[in-house]
């Protein structure tokens, strides 16, 4: 146990997310593995992109996150004549004080769900870099906080539907992860088609867990103790997908960061105060797919997604991890 955490620390952080877990649970169901990569991506302190076909739970998995941490959420539609002021909000002059006021967007919430972020303009798209980035929007020079815990919840129906807009890199790589829901098994589809319900709004689900037990989760995952051997693997990792022919260009060195400190969420989320080399290793396609691209990009979307994945397990696959 190192220096900075007690076993009660380590303790009360597992349990404060098996509650999160097993209240995100109720609702989605059959999906465990994408409701810990989330609660990694939380923990973490970061944003997730979901890329699936409509309708299958992209926005109740973000709606039942923030109900069961007690948090605001904001469900923002993107459409092709979204603008960015739409967004972040805008300055407005009031006549009573004879001067601008700022009118908060939609972004201005702890949960953000942006819905199908691929059918607005790259220029709209842009909007969220910073807030993403530094957890605040600027707007005619004067900087605003949009509090904390902060988290961004994308959507994005596959590339190829009409009237849809890429994401750019840029975007792509704010994203800590992407992740995919798929259809859930028939005995959990059959569950659902049960219930009597008409919308995600109408989920009840009572918060679980309070805004400062996620700032405290956050605050001890950049805690959590990784070895120099386990850092070498991550660079190692990261290394192999920049000499990797078949990729355009390698992961950043924000896409390196962005492995450690799930790694360090996935290893509490765990119970330990220590990253093994199995943290980052079933991380790397959720954190790495999206931020790569083929030099030689055949078929669809999905395929180019499926062909990426498969050279990222080549390279999971020959790097060596710790010995």
């Known amino acids: 146990m190192s220096d900075i955490f007690s076993a009660a620390q380590v303790g009360s952080a597992r349990e404060t997310l098996q509650k999160l877990r097993a209240s995100m649970r109720e609702t989605i169901k059959g999906k465990d593995g994408v409701i810990d990569q989330v609660l990694v991506a939380l923990v973490a302190g970061g944003h997730v992109l979901i890329e699936d076909l409509p309708g299958v739970g992209k926005t109740t998995l973000a709606y039942a996150l923030a109900r069961s941490m007690d948090c605001t959420f904001s469900r923002i539609q993107f459409t092709s004549d979204l603008l960015p002021s739409d967004i972040t909000g805008v300055a407005i002059y009031d006549e009573t004080i004879k001067e601008f006021v700022f009118k908060q967007g939609p972004v201005f919430a702890h949960i953000v769900l942006a819905d199908e972020i691929n059918r607005a303009t790259p220029k709209t798209q842009s909007s969220l870099l910073e807030v993403m980035d530094r957890g605040k929007v600027t707007v005619d020079g004067q ?3 949009v509090g904390a815990p902060f988290m961004v919840f994308a959507t994005q129906n596959p ?4 009237g849809t807009f890429p994401l750019p890199e840029s975007q792509m790589d704010r994203f800590l992860m992407r992740l995919h829901m798929g259809y859930p098994a028939p005995a959990d589809e059959l569950e659902i088609l049960r219930r009597v319900r008409t919308g ?17 989760l956050q605050q001890l995952a950049t805690h ?22 078949e990729f355009r260009a390698g992961v950043s060195v924000r896409g390196g960061l962005a492995l450690k400190h799930a790694a360090q969420a996935r290893a509490l989320l765990e119970g330990r105060d220590f990253v093994l080399p199995e943290d980052v290793r079933g ?7 999206h931020r790569l691209s083929l030099v030689r990009a055949a078929g669809d979307g ?4 499926r062909q990426v994945a498969t050279v990222l ?7 060596a991890g710790p010995s």
């Open 283 to 289: 991380l790397v396609g959720p954190v790495f797919a």
């Open 313 to 319: 397990k080549r390279i999971v696959d020959v790097v």
């Open 200 to 216: 995600y709004d109408a989920i009840a689900l009572d918060a679980v867990v309070t805004r400062s037990d996620i700032l405290r």
């Open 159 to 162: 590339v190829d539907y009409e």
């Open 224 to 245: 959590i103790f990784v070895e120099d051997s386990v850092l070498d693997y991550i660079l190692r990792l990261v290394t192999a997908t920049r000499t990797e022919a």
């Open 302 to 305: 999905a395929e180019q997604g």
């Open 143 to 145: 900087a605003h906080a």
